[in-house]
């Protein structure tokens, strides 16, 4: 069993940043597929981004250039730096990664962008 626990979430205006933070219960350090999703309300869970562990990112069009995920392999913590933050980014924000074939998720950190 893995656990996840994200941070970082908050109200933040239009144009500001925030820093998420997914903490694991394991060691990261070989695991693949790692990335970060989100569910605004009334709408399907989306991806967000993901890190290989050879550091390798991918973004979702709708965030890229604004996000950043990076990892730390010696604490087991996944980032989610945003910058420009958006309305439209408004949803709650769940890391996931993928371990000896069982997919695990974080309970979910709120983050809210006013307009």
């Known amino acids: 069993q893995v656990q996840l626990v994200e941070s970082g979430g908050g109200l933040v205006q239009a144009g500001g940043s925030l820093r998420l933070s997914c903490t694991a219960s394991?060691?990261?350090?070989?695991?693949?597929?790692i990335g970060w999703y989100r569910q605004a309300p009334g709408k399907q869970r989306e991806w967000v981004a993901s890190i290989t562990n050879g550091l390798k990112t991918d973004y979702a069009d709708s965030v890229k250039g604004r996000f950043t995920i990076s990892r730390d392999n010696a604490n087991n913590i996944i980032y989610l730096q945003m910058n420009s933050l958006k309305p439209e980014d408004t949803a709650v924000y769940f890391c996931r990664l993928v371990k000896n074939g069982m997919i695990y998720w974080g309970q979910g950190t709120q983050v809210t962008v006013s307009s």
């Open positions: 394991a060691r990261i350090f070989t695991l693949n597929q």
